[in-house]
């Protein structure tokens, strides 16, 4: 930005730039400059991040009440795609090495409706399930687990290229 | 015209079932892009999974499952030959209730 700001400044031999004061052009092109390259890297990916945890925690607040507290479980592992090419299906696979699970719900913090659905097992599961989801645009998918009455939860990024809710 | 396929297997004294169902799976929150108008909600919010009558998988869901939805789940026990019955419903009334035996 500040070379082609150059360039042109030797273009036009100086004189027609010159009429804008000359500290103003310098203060502009600079902050134009360091602004464009350095800022959008930085601040977006963190943001991003935090924000997701924070709608996850919104989303298992909003499904299991005020006191529901869950803890991120190595025990879980999600399955799914880095880069989803199409929303509307993104496969996902939870495998849990956990005793006695009651519960696996499907949450994408993301979506418009952040709750998927809710997988119960009346006498155990024996830790396997797998269905694909809707991702209207990317973030992570998360599997909230209800073993021996315990709230555990782990979660996947999934980027996806073209969103799957609404058109 | 069975829109439900389901397949059980059993494997080291743990069945797997698999299930696919046709099913357009409509949020109601999709616009039709030539009207403009909301396509409705045209979901499937319950599936029941029983092994010999005892539920062994009860499901709720909402849009947000894919269109003509699959999912495979497992749990232990059951024996060759015993019956696994999927039931599914969805928000417009419809339902459905499909037997497989276990392999």
């Known amino acids: ?167 | 015209m069975a829109k439900t396929k389901v397949r059980a297997k059993l494997k080291n004294g743990i069945t797997q079932v698999k299930v696919l169902v046709k099913h357009p799976m409509e949020t109601g929150s999709r616009k039709d892009k030539k009207t403009g108008e909301k396509i409705p909600a045209h979901h499937i919010t319950e599936v029941t999974c029983s092994h010999n009558d005892t539920v062994v998988m009860q499901a709720d869901w909402t849009g947000g499952i894919s269109k003509n939805p699959y999912f495979s789940f497992n749990f232990a026990g059951g024996a060759s030959g015993d019956k696994v019955t999927i039931v599914w419903k969805d928000n417009t009334g419809g339902t459905e209730s499909v037997e497989a035996d276990i392999k």
């Open chain 1, 1 to 167: 930005m500040l070379l082609i700001a150059y360039e042109q400044y030797n273009k036009y031999g100086g004189q027609e730039l010159m009429t804008i004061p000359r500290r103003t052009f310098l203060q502009t092109t600079i902050a134009g400059a360091v602004g464009a390259s350095l800022l959008p890297h930085v601040t977006f990916a963190e943001e991003a991040t935090a924000s997701e945890v924070d709608k996850l925690t919104a989303a298992i607040t909003e499904k299991f009440g005020a006191d529901a507290k869950a803890e991120a479980s190595d025990k879980i592992s999600i399955k799914a795609p880095e880069i989803a090419e199409n929303g509307a299906s993104v496969p996902v696979d939870v495998t849990v090495d956990l005793e006695n699970i009651e519960e696996i719900t499907l949450i994408a913090p993301s979506n418009p409706t952040p709750y998927i659905a809710k997988f119960s097992f009346p006498n155990g599961s024996a830790g396997l399930l797998s269905t694909r989801v809707k991702m209207g645009k990317t973030g992570s998918i998360a599997a909230v687990v209800k073993a021996d009455g315990k709230l555990l939860y782990a979660s996947k990024e999934v980027k996806v290229t073209i969103g799957g809710c609404g058109g």
